[in-house]
């Protein structure tokens, strides 16, 4: 069946690996391939390898239930998130690739007082930060999601929502692909199936290079990217990070036709759900409750995640499940992102983004590209340091992570 495929060109060359480069960013998801594009588009700096242990966008880029939004409380995550939302707006055009982005709104179920009371907390703060987020009744809920249960009798009463329209979806996979063949197109190098070993520090402590599964590559600045698998690569250079790796499971039910407009999502019972434009319920649940680098999680999580969709939304209790699958999230103590300098000269880190992390995929690699090639951080990400884990500055989004972890 794939015979008639054999005249397509490929998207991006299968570049084979330099001794050298200027910079070398560890781990082709999103934000390691949307940092290349960005060095070399706005930075000029193209001398460039992105190098992944497996296939580009295999990580958590991929596996993700993509939802975006940034209603988050604090001013410096308002400002990060947005930055993201904006550029969403307008990545389909920068990159001549449909990113599939979809403003279909994103809903946030409150299911008792205090959700009640946290969720207007976050709309009063996120309208100071000119970041849209309304309060809805229960049959304004319903009447945006009809599907929604929103009987005083259910098991989970919904009391009401939080809803940021500009939020929505995309598509996972063409963001790591418009990413990747936009900055392959402007000279960087996309090397796939390479495991990077170690990071080489020179004697005066600075990095030197990456030893990887195919040779040693000098590099003067590295830029780590590697969400769960970052804080191996970075004990290699020595530098130890306060992440804890943990499962994330989603899964997709069989396609429907056209059913479920927005996104929503309910901290509470553990799920969120969303249609994909193929008809799929994508439907995602909270992280296993322990430590793990396998890309699967247990069963029980599933099970439960599936029990409360089908008390929140009674029409799908008779749908049936296709696959399922997992990722491993890089979790910090304050869920926020880490996304600076280190105390290595020359090292670039950009993780922590635990459940999160995709809908920041825009501003997070336009800003680390700002810091990597200007050796100082942007603006928007100056407060999300390394050392604010010592300072005890946390920028602590746990509520607006929204999943429950
Ligand atoms: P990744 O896409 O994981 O890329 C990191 C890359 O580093 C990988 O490709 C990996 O192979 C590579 N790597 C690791 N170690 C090495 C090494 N030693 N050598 C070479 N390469 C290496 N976020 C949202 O905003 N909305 C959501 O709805 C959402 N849902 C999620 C649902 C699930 C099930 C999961 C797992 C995550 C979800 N997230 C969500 C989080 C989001 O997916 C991530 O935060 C985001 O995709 C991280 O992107 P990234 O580019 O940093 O990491
Ligand atoms: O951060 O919005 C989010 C999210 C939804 C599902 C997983 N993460």
Not at 16 to 33: F, P, R, W
Not at 37 to 59: F, P, Q, R, S
Not at 118 to 136: E, P, Q
Not at 188 to 214: K, M, W
Request: glycine share 10%; net charge neutral.
């Amino acid at each position: 069946a794939l015979t008639s495929y054999k005249n397509v060109e490929p998207q991006w060359p299968d570049a084979e690996l330099k001794s050298e480069y200027d910079v070398i960013i560890v781990g082709a998801g999103g934000h390691g391939l949307g940092a290349a594009y960005y060095l070399a588009k706005e930075h000029g700096i193209t001398n460039v390898a992105v190098i992944d242990k497996g296939w580009l966008g295999g990580g958590n880029t991929g596996r993700n239930t993509t939802i975006i939004r940034s209603n988050y409380l604090y001013d410096e995550s308002a400002r990060l998130y947005d930055h993201a939302v904006d550029l969403w707006d307008g990545l389909s055009q920068d990159l001549n690739y449909n990113v599939m982005f979809s403003q279909r709104g994103v809903m946030m179920l409150a299911h008792n007082v205090h959700d009640v009371q946290s969720f207007k907390r976050h709309i009063h703060a996120n309208r100071l930060n000119g970041v849209d987020n309304v309060w809805l009744t229960p049959e304004q809920a319903k009447e945006k999601c009809p599907p929604l249960n929103i009987s005083p009798n259910a098991r989970y009463p919904v009391m009401g929502a939080a809803f940021q329209q500009r939020g929505g979806t995309a598509r996972h996979d063409a963001v790591a692909w418009g990413y990747a063949r936009a900055a392959a197109a402007r000279g960087v190098d996309i090397i796939q199936n390479c495991p990077v070993l170690s990071i080489e520090r020179g004697p005066d402590g600075a990095v030197s290079g990456l030893q990887t599964a195919r040779g040693f590559v000098k590099a003067k600045k590295i830029a780590v990217s590697a969400a769960g698998g970052t804080s191996v690569v970075m004990d290699t250079a020595g530098v130890r990070l306060p992440l804890e790796s943990y499962p994330l499971q989603a899964l997709v039910s069989e396609p429907v036709k056209p059913i479920f407009p927005q996104v929503v999502m309910s901290n509470t019972v553990h799920a969120y759900i969303s249609q994909s434009d193929k008809g799929e319920l994508v439907i995602g649940s909270g992280t296993d409750q322990y430590v793990s680098y396998s890309q699967r999680g247990g069963l029980p999580l599933i099970e439960h995640t599936l029990a409360a969709i089908c008390e929140v939304f009674p029409i799908f209790r008779r749908m049936r499940m296709l696959r399922k699958w997992g990722g491993v999230v890089d979790v910090t103590p304050d869920r926020s992102p880490i996304l600076g300098k280190t105390p290595v000269k020359g090292l670039y880190l950009n993780c922590g983004w635990g459940t999160g992390g995709f809908k920041a995929t825009p501003g997070s690699a336009h800003v680390f590209a700002h810091t990597i090639a200007q050796d100082e951080p942007h603006p928007i990400n100056a407060p999300f340091t390394l050392e604010r884990f010592e300072t005890g500055r946390l920028i602590d989004e746990a509520a607006a992570a929204a999943v429950a972890h």
